[in-house]
C-alpha cells in the first residue's frame, strides 16, 4: 500500500518537474542582452602607494568613532591592519559593536574596504609597537620581533621539549594518602 503511495508521489513530482512554461512567461536570457552592463557599487580599493599617510587616514577615520579612544595602523603591501583602543570598562558586546562601527566606516573607503580590524588589547599594542618601529625606520626588524612575541604566546609548550633546571626539582613531591 504504502510502495504505491510513494511510487505514485513520485511519478506526479517528476511530471511535474518535466513540464514546460510558456515561452512569453519565462525571463529574458541575459545572453540576448548585450547591450547591459552593470556597475558595481561597492568602492574599489586603491592601490596603497604612501603606506605612511594610509596609516595616519585610517587611524583618523576610526578615532572618529565614537568609543575609540586610540587606533593604531600597520600597513604592508596593499593591506592594512588596524588596532583600536576603547575603555576597559566597556561591556564585551558594545566592543564588538565599536568594531563593527569602524568596520563599516572603513568599508565605505577606498582604502579601508579590506582593512582588518581587531579590538583586542595585546594585538593593539602590538601593532602601535610596529607602527612606530616603522616611524623610526626598522620596518623589517620591528615587524620580525613582534611577529616572534606573537608567535611565542600561540606556539605550545611540549614537555619532552622542557629541560629541568635543577636536578633536585625532578623528584617528584610526595603526595598525602587520602585512603
Known amino acids: 500500500m504504502y510502495k504505491r503511495w510513494i511510487a505514485s508521489i513520485a511519478i506526479i513530482a517528476v511530471m511535474a518537474g518535466c513540464s514546460t512554461v510558456a515561452r512569453n512567461e519565462t525571463s529574458p536570457s541575459p545572453q540576448n542582452n548585450k547591450g547591459v552592463r552593470a556597475q558595481q557599487t561597492a568602492p574599489q580599493?586603491?592601490?596603497?602607494?604612501?603606506?605612511?599617510?594610509?596609516?595616519?587616514?585610517?587611524?583618523?577615520?576610526?578615532?572618529?568613532?565614537?568609543?575609540?579612544?586610540?587606533?593604531?595602523?600597520?600597513?604592508?603591501?596593499?593591506?592594512?591592519?588596524?588596532g583600536i583602543d576603547v575603555d576597559g570598562t566597556t561591556d564585551r558586546s558594545r566592543v564588538g559593536t565599536i568594531k563593527y562601527s569602524v568596520a563599516e566606516a572603513f568599508h565605505k573607503d577606498p582604502y579601508g574596504i579590506d582593512a582588518i580590524v581587531t579590538a583586542d588589547i595585546d594585538m593593539a599594542q602590538r601593532l602601535n609597537e610596529m607602527s612606530a618601529d616603522i616611524r623610526r625606520g626598522r620596518p623589517i626588524s620591528g615587524f620580525a620581533e613582534e611577529m616572534a612575541d606573537i608567535i611565542g604566546r600561540i606556539v605550545p609548550q611540549v614537555p619532552r621539549e622542557i629541560v629541568p633546571m635543577q636536578p633536585e626539582m625532578q623528584q617528584a613531591p610526595k603526595l598525602p594518602n587520602r585512603l
Not at 580599493?45 to 600597520?74: F, P, R, T
Request: proline share 0%; glycine share 10%.
Open 45 to 82: 580599493k586603491k592601490e596603497i602607494k604612501n603606506s605612511n599617510e594610509v596609516a595616519k587616514h585610517l587611524e583618523q577615520l576610526a578615532m572618529g568613532i565614537k568609543g575609540v579612544k586610540g587606533a593604531h595602523c600597520v600597513v604592508f603591501g596593499n593591506t592594512a591592519v588596524v
